[in-house]
């Protein structure tokens, strides 16, 4: 079973930025896909950034230009460096890995935009 924990999550003022990680279990090399979603109470699940192999990544268009996602496959280790927070990124936000057919997800990190 693949473990996932992300991190660097908090309460940022508009404007700022946070930056955050998630570490897996295993070597995140062996992961053809990995992910950044977020979720608001009520609502479904939104894919925010992905990086699959050869670190090719795709953008929601909200987050383009601010967030940038990575992976440090020494570290196990995939990055979300968010820019430029508005209160609309307020969330909890969760790392999602895949391997053939099965899915991981960590348990999420809460970021809050709030002055």
């Known amino acids: 079973q693949v473990q996932l924990v992300e991190s660097g999550g908090g309460l940022v003022e508009p404007g700022g930025s946070l930056r955050l990680s998630c570490t897996a279990s295993i070597s995140t090399f062996m992961m053809q896909t990995m992910a950044w979603y977020r979720q608001t109470p009520g609502n479904t699940r939104e894919l925010v950034a992905t990086?699959?192999?050869?670190?090719?990544?795709n953008y929601a268009d909200s987050v383009k230009g601010r967030f940038t996602i990575s992976k440090d496959n020494a570290k196990r280790t995939m990055y979300l460096q968010m820019n430029s927070l508005n209160p609309e990124d307020t969330a909890v936000y969760y790392c999602?890995?895949?391997?053939?057919?099965?899915?991981?997800w960590g348990p999420g990190t809460q970021v809050t935009v709030s002055s």
């Open positions: 990086i699959k192999t050869g670190h090719i990544t």
């Open positions: 999602f890995s895949q391997i053939g057919s099965n899915e991981f």
